[in-house]
């Protein structure tokens, strides 16, 4: 009794904070939405309205299981564990929402057959109660950070058992949560069980208080996600031409560029041009419409350059700057090596199992905390480089290429099967998890 009326204070603070900080945020919401067009198709959903407008099995009887992930990244991990719970449990009606316009077109590309897709709502209280009473699921999974307060306690409170699977937690958040641990403990203590992707993450929930019995290292899904492609061998055609690379050409690609990175790039390139005049270099940024104008400014003049939209490329250019997305892995297939962008700054880095799919090395800053796990077989295996400093940058791009030249471009590449066999199972632990509620759905 103690326990459910705390529960239910807990409910009512975070409810008003959430309403109070959601007011707050209106006004810039509007300004995006209006003067920059963001979330205009996701906006009324993510407040619940016309939620389910495309979801088909809302009013069907029989066992609902609920995932929810936040992105892209975060659902395409999702894939392989999906697959596997509709292959094992074919009765089951599976859900999958999302937070982001981006994530929903990912779902939608790759899932629409096999489960409904939405918009997650805000977590705000009465929003996510309203979800709860149309959806009624019977067990929720929440993806890697998406720890949402507001659906948790509800979801504790209507007796649904809800799960972390492929969780993380970065050292920032980790400090949050200690900091309010008063809040946060308890509700996370509600959790039916928490599946960590590595022993970093499972010490940071520890010190949160949560019962030891109840986190398990489970490894990660993109491994798993990665693994599954290449079974399938689901190759994309590796044209060189394409782009106007003969075979004598060094091609390095960074891939999801921050804004602040582009100085050390540009700058580490231009030191490497004047010694290896057949290298050259491919930028595409995390976000193309901040970076386009500041690269555009730092290579007016200076390299010979072109802006790729996603039509016909007519000439050879030392530098390409990609204004499109979708076509990052197809550039990892051309690339002789990759730079990992987010990685220079202290945003965490961007998925590196992209270029790993075609065997290529790649090399890193020092702020790849929300890829800990996959960035420590990177550096175990040898198959990637942490840099600290644009010196060591170059010191590393240089090396390549050197090897390049001496043995081949082969000589850098790996069998990324061989490498990442002994890392996958997350989808098998998981699903072991999983059966206590799934079992009796068979």
């Not at 904070?17 to 979330?39: D, E, N, Q």
Request: hydrophobic content about 45%; proline content about 5%; overall charge positive.
């Amino acid at each position: 009794m103690k326990s459910w009326i705390r529960l239910n204070i807990l409910l009512w603070l975070y409810g008003l904070l959430s309403f109070i900080l959601f007011l707050c945020a209106l006004p810039v919401l509007i300004y995006r939405i209006i003067l920059k067009g963001k979330y205009r198709l996701s906006f009324k959903k993510r407040l619940g309205i016309n939620i389910f407008s495309d979801v088909k099995q809302i009013k069907s009887g029989g066992f609902k299981l609920w995932l929810h992930s936040v992105s892209v990244g975060e659902t395409l991990a999702l894939i392989p564990l999906i697959h596997r719970i509709k292959m094992d449990f074919p009765k089951i009606n599976v859900f999958l929402s999302t937070s982001t316009e981006a994530g929903q077109s990912i779902a939608k590309k790759h899932l629409e057959k096999d489960v409904d897709i939405f918009y997650m709502p805000l977590d705000i209280p009465v929003l996510q109660d309203r979800l709860l009473r149309r959806l009624n699921p019977n067990l929720i999974l929440l993806a890697e950070t998406e720890l949402w307060p507001g659906l948790i306690l509800l979801s504790k409170l209507k007796n649904i058992p809800v799960a972390l699977i492929h969780g993380r937690l970065s050292e920032k958040s980790s400090n949050r949560y200690r900091l309010l641990k008063w809040f946060f403990s308890p509700v996370f203590r509600t959790l039916s069980f928490i599946s960590v992707q590595s022993k970093t993450d499972y010490d940071r929930f520890m010190y949160l208080k949560i019962p030891p019995d109840n986190i398990f290292i489970d490894g990660s899904l993109k491994i798993d996600s990665l693994l599954e492609e290449i079974n399938k061998d689901t190759n994309i055609s590796i044209d060189r031409q394409k782009w106007f690379f003969d075979d004598n050409d060094i091609v390095w690609v960074c891939g999801s560029i921050h804004p602040p990175e582009i100085n050390i790039i540009l700058k580490t390139f231009r030191r490497m041009k004047m010694e290896y005049s057949n290298l050259y270099l491919i930028i595409a940024p995390r976000h193309p419409e901040a970076c386009l104008e500041l690269l555009e400014n730092q290579l007016s003049g200076n390299e010979s350059f072109l802006v790729y939209d996603g039509g016909n490329i007519n000439k050879k250019c030392s530098v390409v700057i990609i204004n499109c997305i979708g076509i990052l892995k197809q550039l990892y297939s051309i690339c002789d090596f990759a730079f990992i962008g987010g990685s220079l700054i202290p945003h965490g880095g961007q998925n590196i199992l992209e270029a790993a799919r075609f065997g290529k090395p790649v090399v890193f800053g020092p702020f790849m905390f929300n890829f800990n796990a996959i960035t420590d077989i990177f550096l175990k295996t040898n198959i990637g480089v942490m840099v600290n400093h644009p010196d060591e940058l170059k010191d590393v791009i240089k090396g390549w290429i050197d090897k390049i030249n001496r043995d081949g471009r082969c000589s850098l590449m790996y069998n990324p099967r061989a490498i990442f066999s002994e890392y996958g199972g997350a989808v098998d632990k998981i699903i072991s998890r999983l059966k206590i509620y799934l079992d009796k759905e068979r």
